[in-house]
């Protein structure tokens, strides 16, 4: 079999970036800033270092980052007043809690706080429900940027056999419901799913969301079958065993450099959607 289309997703993220810095620019022009608002609970090191990233992610496209910083004992009362100070705040279009939070605060309680119109990073139970339903904002990123990766390739979906490897609230679930809403035949599967090997090996698109490095088989995979890889696992290594579902596949997403920048570029995607919004140049 001839190599497979490599679903790069820094040049998907770029083309969104690039996208997003005009619609920045525009509602500059217009006299509307464009202002994402994190939380950081604590001082996990990777916590850190993402809501580093996500900020100067922000910077280059022009909109402003707003870091709210909170020790690790904060309470949840203390946390619930910074999410409604933000949600009131009209200069604030998204709000993005880094997660995971300390285990001592209610993460959920937390996430359903976010306004679902600032909830940019797609958490909430309100935007859960309206992915279901297919009207309004905002999905989750990570599936957002699933659905984005394989409509900048031109990847069909309707009618296609989708198997889902995952059923995480943020990602396996939701994306599921994106695919759905796009007439694809999706089934779910989990860690209580029988026969999984012969499931995958049905499916015509393969999305991998399991969290255990180089989970799915390469021979499980049907030849010519599309793979989305959504894990990050320690060392660089997603949830698909890469070279051999490479020979497989016609198409794959990279680990790193596939799912990961997309779902950066997701989460500015729909701050400066949110922003269009309040500013009434969108619906
Ligand atoms: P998660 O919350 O831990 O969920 C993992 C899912 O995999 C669960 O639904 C679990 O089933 C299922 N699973 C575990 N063992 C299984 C098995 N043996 N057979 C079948 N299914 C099994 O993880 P997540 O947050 O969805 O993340 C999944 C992966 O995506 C991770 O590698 C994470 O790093 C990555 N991720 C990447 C991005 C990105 O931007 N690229 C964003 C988020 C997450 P049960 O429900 O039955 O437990």
């Not at 820094?10 to 006299?31: N, W, Y």
Request: proline share 6%.
């Amino acid at each position: 079999m001839s190599d497979p289309l490599l679903l790069d997703g820094r040049i998907v993220s770029q083309a969104m970036r690039d996208e997003v810095k005009e619609r920045t620019d525009e509602l500059k022009r217009q006299g509307h800033d464009t202002c994402l608002a994190t939380i950081l609970v604590g001082d996990d090191p990777s916590s850190a270092t993402y809501v580093k990233m996500k900020g100067k992610a922000c910077e280059k496209v022009g909109i402003e980052s707003k870091a709210v910083v909170l020790p690790a004992d904060t309470t949840q009362d203390t946390l619930m007043q910074t999410i409604k100070e933000l949600n009131e705040d009209p200069k604030v279009n998204g709000i993005l809690l880094q997660h995971p939070i300390p285990s001592h605060l209610d993460e959920r309680a937390a996430f359903e706080a976010i306004h679902p119109d600032k909830d940019v990073d797609g958490v909430t139970s309100a935007s859960f429900g309206r992915t279901g339903l297919d009207f309004g904002r905002f999905p989750s990123c990570t599936p957002g940027a699933i659905i984005s990766i394989l409509d900048y390739f031109n990847i069909e979906l309707e009618g296609k056999d989708v198997v889902v490897v995952g059923r995480s609230p943020i990602l396996g679930k939701p994306v599921s419901l994106l695919l759905l809403n796009r007439n694809a035949t999706v089934t779910i599967c989990h860690s209580k799913t029988q026969a999984l090997a012969e499931k995958v090996s049905r499916a015509d698109i393969v999305v991998a969301a399991v969290g255990k490095p180089e989970f799915v088989k390469g021979d499980w995979i049907k030849e010519g079958a599309i793979i989305v890889d959504a894990g990050y696992n320690p060392g660089n290594v997603g949830d698909v065993e890469y070279d051999a579902c490479y020979k497989k596949a016609s198409a794959i997403t990279p680990v790193p450099g596939g799912v990961g920048p997309v779902t950066i570029a997701t989460l500015l995607k729909q701050t400066v959607e949110s922003a269009e919004k309040s500013a009434g140049l969108l619906v």
